[in-house]
């Protein structure tokens, strides 16, 4: 695989971690949980279930994106998705994913070094 795919990759992976990090803060679920490969519980699968969604509206990533960067499979994010997809006729719901898809697409594209080097946040020169 060449050098465009890798770093393609990592940058699928901090935006799904984003995702969740930003999901488990509004839904109160542990981060964890949600990380795990297992189902847990119903509210940490939910939420898992929620930041793949987000992640493939906000960032427009494919479902095989997704899926890749949250360590499922491909058929497992389109399910979530049309689960959270009919979740948002509850007009509460809609609003906070409303939110939180602004949120992630506020964010500033990660930063991610080519292998081999160390990654420096914009601006700063190594001094």
Do not use: W
Not at 39 to 46: G, I, L, Y
Not at 61 to 72: D, E, K, P, Q, T
Request: charged content about 25%; some cysteine.
């Amino acid at each position: 695989m060449n050098q465009d795919y890798y770093m393609r990759r990592a940058r699928d992976e901090a935006r799904a971690r984003l995702a969740r990090t930003i999901v488990a803060y509004a839904f109160g679920v542990s981060e964890a949980e949600m990380n795990a490969m297992t189902r847990r519980s119903a509210a940490a699968a939910f939420g898992r279930q929620v930041a793949m969604y987000l992640a493939h509206i906000s960032f427009e990533m494919s479902l095989s994106r997704v899926a890749n960067a949250f360590g499922r499979d491909r058929t497992t994010v389109s399910h979530a998705c049309h689960l959270v997809e009919d979740r948002r006729d509850d007009s509460q719901f809609d609003l906070k994913l409303d939110r939180l898809e602004s949120l992630l697409r506020a964010a500033p594209d990660p930063v991610i070094a080519p292998a081999g080097t160390t990654a420096q946040a914009p601006g700063q020169n190594g001094e």
